[in-house]
T-cell receptor, first 115, second 113 residues
Framework: KAGVTQTPRYLIKTRGQQVTLSCSPI?????VSWYQQTPGQGLQFLFE???????NKGNFPGRFSGRQFSNSRSEMNVSTLELGDSALYLC??????????????FGEGSRLTVL | SQQGEEDPQALSIQEGENATMNCSYK?????LQWYRQNSGRGLVHLIL?????REKHSGRLRVTLDTSKKSSSLLITASRAADTASYFC?????????????FGAGTQVVVTP
């Protein structure tokens, strides 16, 4: 079974631009979560989607948004990029059928550099 | 904010030695998990221990959980160079967590041959 796939793996943007990252979950998994990892703040939860609906959201500004498609693939978008948005963005999937969170299956991440 | 605090921040050992790292958290949990991350890559799930469990084993890994002290430890026995990585504890806290885990800052482990 293929794992979680994230694209692109690396990207460089300039301040003020926007970026879209993509995540394809493990086949059969309906929940996709997004995390931001930085040296200063560590791993922080962005949001979670299940059946095209956002079920949970972390404490990030509105510039960070996401969506999920009917095939469970998910995208996240960051608008008006700031230098502090430079990070490794990780996507994780689970079956999503439980109210609490069991094992997360992570992708390799998308490394975003904002210049 | 981070739920878990890990100790030590960094650990350097030789192959064959055991590595122990600790995690403390602040609120009641449903479960506690440990993940490994090789440099700049995705996280790999190692083990999950539920709040009503006290100890769990998986291969060379042993995890303990003390909910009265809100702490957990991860022991890696007979370490190998391939165990070099960062290790994170993560807690699933509260109801309807829906994909949200709170991660600690991590312990960076270096295993030298």
């Amino acid at each position: 079974k293929a794992g979680v796939t994230q694209t692109p793996r690396y990207l460089i943007k300039t301040r003020g631009q926007q970026v879209t990252l993509s995540c394809s979950p493990i086949s059969g998994h309906r929940s996709v979560s997004w995390y931001q990892q930085t040296p200063g703040q560590g791993l922080q939860f962005l949001f979670e989607y299940f059946s095209e609906t956002q079920r949970n959201k972390g404490n990030f500004p509105g510039r960070f948004s996401g969506r999920q498609f009917s095939n469970s693939r998910s995208e996240m978008n960051v608008s008006t990029l700031e230098l502090g948005d430079s990070a490794l963005y990780l996507c994780a999937s689970t079956p999503g059928d439980r109210y609490n969170t069991g094992e997360l299956f992570f992708g390799e991440g998308s490394r975003l550099t904002v210049l | 904010s981070q739920q878990g605090e890990e100790d030590p921040q960094a650990l350097s050992i030789q192959e064959g030695e055991n590595a122990t790292m600790n995690c403390s958290y602040k609120t009641s949990i449903n479960n506690l998990q440990w993940y490994r991350q090789n440099s700049g890559r995705g996280l790999v799930h190692l083990i999950l221990i539920r709040s009503n469990e006290r100890e769990k084993h998986s291969g060379r890994l042993r995890v303990t959980l003390d909910t009265s002290k809100k702490s957990s430890s991860l022991l890696i026995t007979a370490s190998r160079a391939a165990d070099t990585a960062s290790y994170f504890c993560a807690t699933d806290a509260g109801t309807d967590s829906w994909g949200k885990l709170q991660f600690g800052a991590g312990t960076q482990v270096v295993v030298t041959p």
